[in-house]
């Protein structure tokens, strides 16, 4: 099945791009849960209420997420491909993750970034944090 990434991938990205905190912050929230098919739901839900409440588009349907949360045999593929093609729309915006935050901000970065990426076994099918 091909799955139409860029409307998802979008909204992250501007999500990473405009929301509230440091770009490397949000990028490091957004490594944390990109393969677990739960927690990538809701950090949709998150990026989707606060682009709304920005007044910002965000064009993702319901369709375009389904293929992401829901727990079915390979979706983890579609998850790792969605980072892919996140990463190399920030490159291609230009969005500077690599510029540290304040040190509050920059240390809850910093734990998340070593938070391994495969996590307990529980979390969905391939047992990704």
Request: net charge negative; aromatic share 6%.
């Amino acid at each position: 099945m091909k799955t139409d990434l860029t409307p998802v991938a979008t909204v992250i990205a501007d999500w990473i791009e405009h929301g509230s905190g440091s770009p490397r912050g949000r990028l490091a929230q957004y490594r944390a849960v990109a393969l677990s098919d739960y927690k990538l739901g809701a950090l949709l839900t998150q990026a989707h209420f606060r682009l709304t409440l920005d007044g910002r588009p965000a064009r993702a349907e319901p369709k375009h997420w389904e293929p992401l949360i829901e727990r079915r045999p390979r979706g983890w593929e579609q998850r790792m491909l969605l980072a892919a093609h996140v990463l190399q729309l920030l490159q291609e915006r230009g969005v500077a993750v690599n510029v540290q935050a304040p040190d509050d901000e920059e240390d809850h970065t910093e734990r998340l970034l070593d938070q391994p990426l495969f996590g307990s076994e529980d979390d969905d099918e391939m047992g990704a944090a």
